[in-house]
T-cell receptor
Framework: GEEVAQTPKHLVRGEGQKAKLYCAPI?????VFWYQQVLKNEFKFLIS????????ETGMPKERFSAKCLPNSPCSLEIQATKLEDSAVYFC????????????FGQGTRLTVV | QQPVQSPQAVILREGEDAVINCSSS?????VHWYRQKHGEAPVFLMI?????EQKGHDKISASFNEKKQQSSLYLTASQLSYSGTYFC???????????FGGGTRVLVKP
């Protein structure tokens, strides 16, 4: 596709429930990035992939967050046992290469943990 | 380390100019500028690369001082559509993630 597609647009979960977010990168883009944006507008880097391989996971809270990018499937970000502080907009972005090209962002998934 | 943006907010009248600055304590390989409107995805504006190459929007200009590890985004003859939050994203030589600054809110009034 010509745009990064994120689903769902909104997700509400009770504390302790699981949340799973999906991202279909632009066709032909090798790199996928996940960011968390909280109310103060700051973007927190979570994880990046080169094709199906984890490239950089320095931002991932290891205990409850996991992510995958499998061939022929949308990438996913899963949060086990959600907490109130996980409430945020989660953005996925993709790019062809990393050095000279822009990253295109999806519309985001707003996760609300109640 | 997160780059520092200044100012945090700016209010302009249509037609006025503004400059948004982004500085980093780390050596930079590239600086990426995005604009985000409320409730929407960030939209790419400009890339500035070490060595002087630039790629971006026709009506937005920017500079990159590699020595000072700073970049500036110039909003010239601002239009109402320029309103939004501007983010700089920086990338070091190693790795591929963009680290974003805290954003600069721009409001252009008629």
């Amino acid at each position: 596709g010509e745009e990064v597609a994120q689903t769902p647009k909104h997700l509400v979960r009770g504390e302790g429930q699981k949340a799973k977010l999906y991202c279909a990168p632009i066709k032909g883009h090798s790199y996928v990035f996940w960011y968390q944006q909280v109310l103060k507008n700051e973007f927190k880097f979570l994880i990046s992939f080169q094709n199906e391989n984890v490239f950089d996971e320095t931002g991932m809270p290891k205990e409850r967050f996991s992510a995958k990018c499998l061939p022929n499937s949308p990438c996913s970000l899963e949060i086990q046992a959600t907490k109130l502080e996980d409430s945020a907009v989660y953005f996925c972005a993709s790019s062809q290469v990393t050095d000279h090209t822009e990253a295109f962002f999806g519309q985001g998934t707003r996760l609300t943990v109640v | 380390q997160q780059p520092v943006q200044s100012p945090q907010a700016v209010i302009l009248r249509e037609g006025e100019d503004a400059v948004i600055n982004c500085s980093s304590s780390k050596a930079l390989y590239s600086v990426h500028w995005y604009r985000q409107k409320h409730g929407e995805a960030p939209v790419f504006l400009m890339i500035l690369l070490k060595g002087g190459e630039q790629k971006g929007h026709d009506k937005i200009s920017a500079s990159f001082n590699e020595k000072k590890q700073q970049s500036s985004l110039y909003l010239t003859a601002s239009q109402l559509s320029y309103s939004g939050t501007y983010f700089c994203g920086t990338r070091g030589a190693a790795g591929n993630k963009l680290t974003f600054g805290g954003g600069t809110r721009v409001l252009v009034k008629p």
